[in-house]
């Protein structure tokens, strides 16, 4: 029988492990809960990095002949944003 004093003790060790440890756990693991925690992270940073693109297209084109970003930085932005 496993005692509430020995689940806190665990509970204790796994805090206290370093940074590293704790990313190491989380990138090699097979836990399919945590691979849904990962799924939906990887998806609102790449939704948060595709509208920043858009954001800085809808702001060069806001109006006409603006120099908000280069002719070069808008191919950039239209090619990463599509991408992303
Ligand atoms: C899942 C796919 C995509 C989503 C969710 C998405 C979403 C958006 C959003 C929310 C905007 C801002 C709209 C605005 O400012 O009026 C935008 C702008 C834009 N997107 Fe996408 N986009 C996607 C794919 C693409 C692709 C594949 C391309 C082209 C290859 C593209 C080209 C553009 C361009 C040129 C703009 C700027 C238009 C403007 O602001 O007038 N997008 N996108």
Known sequence: MVSTDSIST???D???RPFVAKLHDWVTTVDHKRLGI???VY???FLLIGGIEATIMRIQLIRPHNNFISPSVFNQM???H???
Do not use: C, E, N
């Open 10 to 12: 665990l509970r204790a």
């Open 14 to 16: 796994i805090a206290s």
């Open 38 to 40: 990962l799924y939906i």
């Open 43 to 45: 998806a609102l940073v």
């Open 78 to 80: 239209f090619t990463m």
């Open 82 to 84: 599509g991408t992303t």
